[in-house]
């Protein structure tokens, strides 16, 4: 049974009655600051660390458990006869619980307006020392840095004792903990000396939930979300209804929240396996919905739907005419939202109101033992300096709106991709083929509508004329794509012959 506790904490939920609870099994309580003060307004009786240390707390606080009675209190080797001996001879004290959790460096820094001074001053030293001191001595002493796990200690000492596969369970949650800490503390001065790509890196995470399992059964998996991030994203958004959200699930929902992200009017994206089967903007959700799914209704069913705007009772009627795995919304008008949840295994996302706001955080990508890190692809049409017509013939106005809305989709396609639109819906969309021109070939199979005076979004440069070919036997008139083939003049003749107009953006976007 533990004789003495060490209590110092910035999150104070439930601490006054675990205080109270464990001076009922006898055990002291040492505390610190704002906790002390807590604690006694609680009739609880504490021994102030300056009293324990023999030593006031100095520097605004700076130092107070900094101190050789502390740590010689929590890191004595219990059955070490030199440790027992030296501990006896300096008249110190065993520390046997220590209670501890951070300042609140984390809550500073994702407010709007806080500054340097303040981020540094909650940048806890004597917080995490103890814990470390703690968790490495877990043999005798028992670390607690969740508020959560007071009723186990309580239950255990109700039992007589803490066992030691809970210390060291705790232990590993501590390190764990102290190693988030200094990891988000890393990563504010990597932002604010402009360094991206450092030497060294940590990326901070938190288990948001577990899930049932990976892409496929026999693969376990879970779900960790960055603690500060602010972009509103898949990490961000609220289930509201349905069947617990799957790996595949999430990966979708991410793909679709950043396709419907870049469109500033209503627009609708419906994702499969990671790519778009149907795109659609309109001057209302309705419409750019229908836009979306006349592209391939086929493809769409079991499909996840990402939505820009509030989902009425009208779109809700629409939505509910197929199977869909997830929709996702800002939020949903209460009669849609009756509507669909008739629908008991249909998950239902509420985003909040989406903005134009991008965190500046990793594209990250999983290779066996390492991790490749770059920066997102958040690159756009820039309309004034970042294109070039190469082509006799120009585009129309009504091409060249078209051209853009392919372009920002063709973004979020599989390597390699072609996407076929006019200027408010896709109307073919070939990806992921290991050549170009089969991806020509498949976005026209799967065209339902004609594509006659239709346009054509490369998400790279053509490196021979078969694609154009292609793309002007199903009429064609106006593609976009990088340029920068060896064969672009070869590419461009094609267009010529063709009389298709041809736009170069000097920006590549694969995606694989």
């Keep these: 049974m533990p004789e003495r506790a060490l209590i110092s904490v910035s999150n104070k939920e439930g601490i006054v009655e675990f205080a109270k609870s464990l001076v009922q099994y006898g055990i002291e309580i040492i505390s610190t600051g704002g906790t002390a003060k807590l604690l006694k307004e609680n009739n609880i009786d504490i021994i102030e660390i300056s009293d324990f240390t023999g030593f006031p707390e100095i520097l605004d606080g700076r130092v107070k458990t900094l101190h050789p009675n502390v740590h010689a209190g929590i890191l004595n080797v219990r059955d070490n006869k030199d440790h027992t001996c030296i501990m006896e001879k300096m008249n110190l004290k065993n520390i046997d619980m220590v209670v501890v959790n951070l300042y609140p460096f984390e809550t500073t820094i994702s407010k709007e307006n806080f500054t340097f001074e303040e981020a540094i001053e909650n940048i806890d030293i004597g917080g995490p020392t103890m814990i470390r001191s703690a968790a490495k001595n877990h043999k005798f002493v028992t670390v607690i840095v969740d508020n959560k796990d007071f009723d186990l200690i309580l239950n255990e000492l109700h039992e007589g004792g803490i066992s030691y596969n809970t210390r060291l369970n705790l232990a590993r949650k501590a390190f764990s903990h102290t190693a988030l800490y200094d990891s988000i503390i890393s990563n504010y001065f990597n932002k604010i000396c402009n360094i991206k790509y450092p030497d060294e890196i940590t990326i901070p995470m938190r288990k948001k939930l577990n899930l049932r399992y990976g892409e496929n ?112 919304a800002p939020d949903f008008e209460k009669e849609a939202f009756n509507l669909l949840t008739k629908k008991k295994n249909l998950r239902l996302i509420k985003t909040g109101n989406l903005n134009n706001y991008r965190d500046n955080e990793y594209d990250i990508k999983k290779v066996v033992g390492g991790f490749l890190l770059q920066d997102r692809d958040l690159k756009n049409f820039d309309e004034k300096t970042g294109f070039k017509v190469v082509t006799q013939r120009k585009p129309t106005r009504e091409e060249f709106e078209a051209l853009k809305f392919a372009w920002i989709v063709v973004k979020h396609v599989k390597s390699n991709a072609i996407v076929y639109a006019n200027h408010n819906q896709t109307i073919g969309i070939g990806a992921g083929q290991m050549s170009r021109v089969d991806s020509s070939k498949i976005a026209a199979i799967k065209a339902r509508k004609p594509l006659k005076n239709a346009v054509m979004a490369s998400d790279a440069f053509f490196p021979f004329r078969d694609s154009v070919d292609e793309a002007a036997k199903h009429g064609i008139t106006a593609i976009i794509q990088p340029g920068g083939s060896i064969r672009d003049d070869e590419v461009i003749q094609a267009a010529n012959e063709h009389n298709i107009s041809m736009i170069f953006t000097g920006v590549r976007h694969f995606k694989h």
């Design 217 to 328: 059964p026999h693969q376990k998996a879970a779900f960790y979300k960055s603690p500060i991030i602010k972009e509103i994203s898949a990490t961000t958004s609220e289930k509201l209804h349905g069947k617990e959200l799957s790996f595949n699930n999430l990966i979708d929902i991410n793909g679709a929240l950043e396709l419907i992200k870049e469109f500033e009017q209503p627009a609708a994206a419906i994702i499969k396996h990671t790519n778009p089967c149907g795109v659609g903007i309109a001057d209302n959700i309705f419409d750019a919905y229908n836009y979306a799914i006349e592209c391939d209704p086929t493809s769409a069913f079991g499909g996840i739907v990402a939505l820009n705007r509030t989902v009425d009772s009208k779109t809700a009627e629409k939505l509910s005419e197929i199977f869909l795995e997830v929709v996702i």
